[in-house]
């Protein structure tokens, strides 16, 4: 029926907003009531099929925060779904008139497709796309600081290797990470160590895992450390010394705490896969949207201004030191999902952990 008769779909749905809207249900049942006509159309390839797929999610849902909430969720399925199945040019027709402000969904949607069509490096270079996306910028869309084409750190966004799922073992994290011995004088510099609290920027570091829906609030800590490590101390036997949640009562599982080296690549892609399928009992974020949680929290690893380019944050990810780890302790489920990261700032003072746990038990 999207192939032949898409406009019999979009009135349907145009019906269904209207009855479910005024019937007094909950709020983000009208997304969910549609969205399968929505998704439906946006992945039957034809010019009409995009525009009613566009329309559906950017003109019939209702406003409100709550359905703001559950309808964008849906503008960025229907984005991706739509980039994905439709040619570039039948696209293109949605972006001739510029938007005049943020609120307005048809606008929201329209910023996630650039944002996907960013994440298969395509779109560039075209006036009427180009025109939008320098309009979304000076308006101070989210999405528009990003990159319009992939980065190569970028390289693993959304690639799936058979074979290398999470990592739940030290005998998995040895086998794909060079491991990173412990020392007596790295257990002696962690005891040295004090704690900096910024909560704004432990939110931005632990982002791709609060909006996924992950089921434990994420440990994001930040330490100083009075001298400079020496490189080789930068291991598991400092990382013990810190006063971490995500240690306390270590030993509590079968499994000995290891740390491995890691690369920026690495954690921006984990970073990325976290916001992207989204968490057990939460909700996939989208290519665009994961793609800026990741790097906000890369930023807030780092703790660069937001204002550095891209490609600069990239040259600095190189000076820092990253490291993979797995502790045994019952802060981590060891189940669905544990992601463990420690990052040594160039002057080898400064100290970030951020610590994830996802599992599908009813009870954390």
Known sequence: MAESRPEELYEAAEQLCHRVAGDGSEEPSVARTVGPIAEALADT??????????????????????RRKEGDRLRRSVAEKLVKTQQLRDLEAL????????????????????GELAMIGAGYGRPVLDAYAETLRELGHP??????TRLDIEHRFGVRVRGLGSIKTADQLRSRFPEILATESGAAAGRTASETLDGCRARAAAEPFT????????????????????????AISLIKELPLD??????????????????????????FSAAYNGG????????????????NSLYAL??????????EAVRRAVDHRWLRFIAFTDWFHHDTSDVAFAVLDPTRTRVTVLAATDTDAEAD
């Open 246 to 271: 995500c240690l306390a009562g270590e030993g509590t599982r079968r499994g000995v705490a290891v740390t491995c080296r890691t690369t920026p690549d690495d954690v921006l892609n984990e970073l």
């Open 280 to 295: 057990v009992n939460g909700q996939a974020q989208g290519g665009a949207y994961a793609r800026l949680y990741a790097w």
């Open 45 to 66: 390839r034809s010019r009409d099929c995009a525009r009613f797929a566009v329309d559906i999610v950017g003109r019939l849902l209702p406003l409100g925060p709550v």
């Open 211 to 234: 909006v996924s829906g992950w089921v434990r609030e994420p440990e994001a800590r930040f330490f100083t450390l009075p001298s400079p490590l020496a490189p080789d101390d930068f």
């Open 302 to 311: 780092m703790g660069l201004p937001v204002d550095i380019p891209f490609l």
């Open 95 to 114: 972006f001739e008139e510029l938007p005049g402000g943020l609120a307005d969904p048809a606008v929201e949607v329209r910023a996630c497709i650039l």
């Open 143 to 148: 999405l528009a600081r990003l990159p319009r």
